[in-house]
């Protein structure tokens, strides 16, 4: 079974063809343009994946050393996401399935980073507790089977990597704000800065608006003159604090709900000082880590496929008339 897999549900362009699990090209093209504006301009990531889809298919069929006839279904993330970005995704899968005719299979996007970790380390023992981390989401579930998944927790406010993109923004840095802030943090003391770890020992669910305002602050008695040292101290300690937030949380779950491994998929699952953090406390209460590459943390489109795959193994179909959705509910454990 050949899947080509599409992904524009934020700023990445991105194609993929999978077959029989075997990853045979990916190609994804992230979207320069809004580090001039400090995030994500939704109309812009439209007109940008636009511009971009038709040679990000192609060259992906290229690589793959196969033509369009060759693909016996193309799958297309349909949400959660920027309806704009969706809408040029989902438009051009159902194009692509109209004039040859391959069956259309939409997926979800939460759903495909979870599915990162199949395509990383095949057939994996379940349940296990995967936490998906990005700017746009913050989840813990607890996943039964491929394409069965429950919500443990989820953020009540604002996502871990929307956190790491406003604190950024703070420190004079650019978007996006993960990789800045992980790289300032390198010459930074973690425990220089005592912020706060909100609901810290309250169930399962994560909040990250408070610690933006602590370090906003912080910064602001400051009078914004913040040096190259102490911005690094603060880089590091909110990279700290963020880590010891998912990592409690998720090995509290882990333990209350009887899980043997714990995964992190997403955009933040690719920072190497939070994954080191995660592997750190599971290796100590004796838990097996899941952490795919980083190049299937952040959005790509061989998750896609691989839900794709998923959802013909199971039976699952889509209807051609599906639409794009910006927000999803899932059901809670």
Same mark, same amino acid.
């Given at each position: ?35 001039? $504006? ?36 193309v799958a297309v993330t349909v949400g959660p996401g920027l309806i704009g970005s969706l809408i040029v995704g989902v438009a051009f899968a159902k194009s692509l399935c109209f004039a040859t005719g391959k069956p259309l299979l939409g997926v979800d996007h ?10 990383? $380390? ?5 349940? $296990? ?11 813990? $579930? ?21 956190? *790491? ?5 703070m420190l004079g840095l650019r978007y996006p704000g993960g990789p800045e802030i992980e790289r300032e943090a390198l010459g930074g003391d973690p425990r220089a800065i005592d912020f706060p770890r909100p609901v810290l020992q309250e169930g399962y669910d ?11 602050? *912080? ?18 300690? *909110? ?95």
């Amino acid at each position: 079974m050949r899947i080509l897999g599409i992904e524009t549900s934020c700023d990445e362009t991105a194609a993929a063809v999978v077959e029989d699990r075997r990853v045979l090209s990916s190609v994804v093209l992230s979207q320069a343009v809004h580090s001039d $504006f400090g995030g994500v301009v939704p109309e812009i990531a439209s007109r940008e994946h636009i511009k971009a889809i038709v040679p990000i298919v192609g060259s992906a069929l290229d690589e793959a050393g196969t033509g369009l006839e060759a693909v016996d279904r193309v799958a297309v993330t349909v949400g959660p996401g920027l309806i704009g970005s969706l809408i040029v995704g989902v438009a051009f899968a159902k194009s692509l399935c109209f004039a040859t005719g391959k069956p259309l299979l939409g997926v979800d996007h939460i759903e495909s980073h979870v599915a990162a970790n199949y395509v990383a $380390f095949g057939e994996i023992p379940e349940p $296990f507790l995967c936490l998906v981390i990005s700017g746009g989401h913050t989840h813990l $579930f607890i996943v039964e089977a491929p394409l069965s998944m429950k919500l443990v927790g989820s953020t009540l406010d604002d996502a871990a990597g929307e956190a *790491f993109d406003k604190v950024a923004r703070m420190l004079g840095l650019r978007y996006p704000g993960g990789p800045e802030i992980e790289r300032e943090a390198l010459g930074g003391d973690p425990r220089a800065i005592d912020f706060p770890r909100p609901v810290l020992q309250e169930g399962y669910d994560f909040s990250f608006s408070g610690l933006k305002t602590a370090v906003k602050y *912080f910064v602001d008695r400051h009078q914004g003159e913040v040096s190259p040292g102490l911005r690094a101290d603060i880089a590091a300690s *909110f990279q700290q604090a963020v880590a010891d937030v998912l990592v409690e949380k998720t090995l509290r779950a882990a333990r209350n709900l009887d899980v043997r491994s714990v995964s992190a998929v997403g955009g933040v699952a690719s920072n190497s000082f939070i994954r080191g953090q995660l592997a750190h406390g599971a290796a100590a209460v004796g838990l097996k880590t899941l952490l795919p590459p980083p190049d299937l943390c952040t959005d790509n489109a061989v998750m896609v496929a691989m839900t794709g795959l998923l959802h013909v193994a199971s039976g699952r179909t889509s209807d051609p008339s599906i639409s794009p959705y910006s927000t999803m509910s899932y059901p809670r454990a």
